[in-house]
């Protein structure tokens, strides 16, 4: 094998892995197609060393300090396709290159799925956004926040926004049981039960939702949680199990992010929750652990 492993993705989980690798001193590529979940924000926060670095600069960091360790190999591209060959495994590129390693970590990530209300794919990110630890903060005190139910957690979700400013809960097709609705009031949560029909104002800003009978609320931000889609069909292809959760589908792994096909890993989006840099950083290091001591049989 050319390579003895391949790592599919070089944002923060794939990096973190593949450096884990090559300081152990074993050849490394990692294929990189360049469309990092995070693009959409211009800054990256809980990140220890680094809040309020954009997140595109963190990783042009990591991309240099990785390629500073003599077996360590980028390649830019998207894998085509994956075929299993004797113990290892051979990618296949779009444009045709073909790399070959012992083992695969998949750091391939999710697509975020967003909401289906006028306005939002424009503002993704900036306004309309996933996580209150991320972005919470910079809403600013005194504004005011809206959340969209979209999975069985939303509830919980909008109690816990609640920490960051004013917030009005949209439940749209959500059936609320009694002790949802008891804590939403506990936090002090309006519940409008009318869907959202579109966002106004001139993005990214947002002046108002308007609902589905008229009415403009105004709010500064619009929450929508969690509810994503795996960004690669590379793992279901070859046959790792995937476990679907409400808020969308993940990998199967262990302790140290081995699937259930012998030789592949998995780490970041595609393979846990909740999602972060920090969480996607270390479950890439924890991957390229796994599969270095694989490597050496322990």
Same mark, same amino acid.
Request: proline letters at 4%; glycine letters at 12%; one cysteine or more.
């Given at each position: 094998? +050319?390579?003895? #492993? *391949? =790592? =599919?993705?070089?944002?923060?989980a794939g990096l973190s892995a593949a450096t884990v690798l090559?300081?152990?001193?074993?050849?490394? *590529?990692?294929?990189?197609?360049?469309a990092p979940r995070n693009r959409f924000s211009s800054h990256a926060h809980n990140v220890i060393g680094h809040?309020?670095?954009?997140? #595109?600069? =963190? *990783? #042009?960091?990591a991309r240099a300090q990785f390629l500073r360790y003599d077996t360590a190999e980028l390649m830019q591209g998207e894998v085509a396709s994956l075929t299993s060959e004797g113990e290892g495994f051979s990618a296949t590129l779009q444009d045709g290159r073909v790399a070959c390693a012992r083992k695969l970590v998949l750091a391939t990530g999710v697509a975020d799925r967003l909401p289906n209300i006028a306005g939002a794919a424009e503002r993704w990110g900036k306004t309309v956004l996933h996580c209150p630890y991320c972005h919470g903060y910079e809403i600013g005190a005194g504004r005011r926040i809206g959340v969209l139910g979209v999975n069985e957690h939303s509830a919980r979700y909008a109690a816990l926004i609640a920490d960051w400013g004013e917030t009005v809960f949209f439940p749209g097709r959500?059936?609320?049981?009694? +002790?949802? =609705? +008891?804590l939403l009031h506990r936090r002090d949560l309006a519940i409008i039960p009318t869907p959202i029909e579109a966002i106004e104002g001139e993005a990214p800003a947002i002046d108002a *939702?308007?609902?589905?009978d008229g009415r403009r609320i105004s709010v500064d931000a619009l929450?929508?949680?969690?509810?994503?889609?795996?960004?690669?069909?590379?793992?279901?292809?070859?046959?790792?199990?995937?476990? +679907?959760?409400?808020?969308g589908p993940i990998i199967r792994t262990d302790?140290?992010?081995?699937?259930t096909v012998p030789g592949v890993y998995a780490a970041g989006d595609a393979a846990r929750q909740p999602h972060s840099v920090a969480f996607a950083a270390a479950d890439g290091m924890m991957a390229g652990l796994g599969a270095h001591h694989d490597l050496i049989g322990l």
């Amino acid at each position: 094998m +050319e390579h003895e #492993a *391949l =790592i =599919i993705g070089g944002g923060f989980a794939g990096l973190s892995a593949a450096t884990v690798l090559a300081r152990a001193r074993r050849r490394v *590529l990692v294929v990189d197609a360049g469309a990092p979940r995070n693009r959409f924000s211009s800054h990256a926060h809980n990140v220890i060393g680094h809040d309020g670095r954009s997140g #595109a600069e =963190i *990783l #042009a960091d990591a991309r240099a300090q990785f390629l500073r360790y003599d077996t360590a190999e980028l390649m830019q591209g998207e894998v085509a396709s994956l075929t299993s060959e004797g113990e290892g495994f051979s990618a296949t590129l779009q444009d045709g290159r073909v790399a070959c390693a012992r083992k695969l970590v998949l750091a391939t990530g999710v697509a975020d799925r967003l909401p289906n209300i006028a306005g939002a794919a424009e503002r993704w990110g900036k306004t309309v956004l996933h996580c209150p630890y991320c972005h919470g903060y910079e809403i600013g005190a005194g504004r005011r926040i809206g959340v969209l139910g979209v999975n069985e957690h939303s509830a919980r979700y909008a109690a816990l926004i609640a920490d960051w400013g004013e917030t009005v809960f949209f439940p749209g097709r959500l059936s609320l049981a009694d +002790e949802q =609705i +008891e804590l939403l009031h506990r936090r002090d949560l309006a519940i409008i039960p009318t869907p959202i029909e579109a966002i106004e104002g001139e993005a990214p800003a947002i002046d108002a *939702l308007r609902l589905a009978d008229g009415r403009r609320i105004s709010v500064d931000a619009l929450f929508v949680g969690s509810n994503v889609t795996m960004a690669s069909p590379l793992a279901e292809a070859l046959g790792c199990a995937i476990d +679907e959760t409400p808020m969308g589908p993940i990998i199967r792994t262990d302790g140290q992010k081995r699937t259930t096909v012998p030789g592949v890993y998995a780490a970041g989006d595609a393979a846990r929750q909740p999602h972060s840099v920090a969480f996607a950083a270390a479950d890439g290091m924890m991957a390229g652990l796994g599969a270095h001591h694989d490597l050496i049989g322990l």
